[in-house]
């Protein structure tokens, strides 16, 4: 299933473990993002047209989002890399648009360590509280299945609302 692959959802089955794991991990995402944002970045300044057409097959993108992007970069500068994850966007299309505006590489490697690494300290919190919570009156098991539920209704939703 594709939310196997999305940190946050591995995050939540650590924090149920251990927050101070989880919270460690977060710092492993974090670097797993920085890394792949340098990637998107440096191949989008030599490929362009390649990497944009490619992320625009990706689900839940749409050319009017890198549009909306690129504008946002336009505008706002790099802060719009910090409102990205409160949009739902994906942080490669901030990658590949910083690059195509001309945004330095470290300033969009500056702003996008708060972006994730925010999201992915909320996203742990968030729920190992709310994992302790259900504790106190279900098993072990049924805490579990509702975590991969929550996910599942989550990013069943995310992808019938976004476009693309």
Known sequence: ?????????????????????????????????????ILVYLWTSHDPATVTALIEKV????????????????????????QGPLQ?????????????TGMPLATLLAYSIP??????????????????????WLSLGRVLRVLLGCWIVFYGFYFWHMPG
């Open 115 to 136: 972006a994730r690494l925010l999201r992915f300290i909320a996203v742990t919190l968030l729920c190992f509280a709310g994992v302790r919570l259900l504790e106190r």
């Open 59 to 82: 689900p839940a993108i749409s050319p009017g989002m890198i549009d909306q992007v690129r504008g946002e970069l336009e505008q706002q500068g790099a802060w719009a890399i910090v």
């Open 88 to 100: 739902g966007i994906p942080y490669k299309v901030f990658a590949s648009q910083a690059a195509v």
């Open 1 to 37: 299933m594709f939310f196997f692959i999305v940190p946050d959802v591995w995050l939540s089955l650590l924090a149920r473990k251990s927050l101070g794991q989880a919270l460690l991990a977060s710092l492993f995402a974090l670097a797993g993002a920085l890394i792949g944002g």
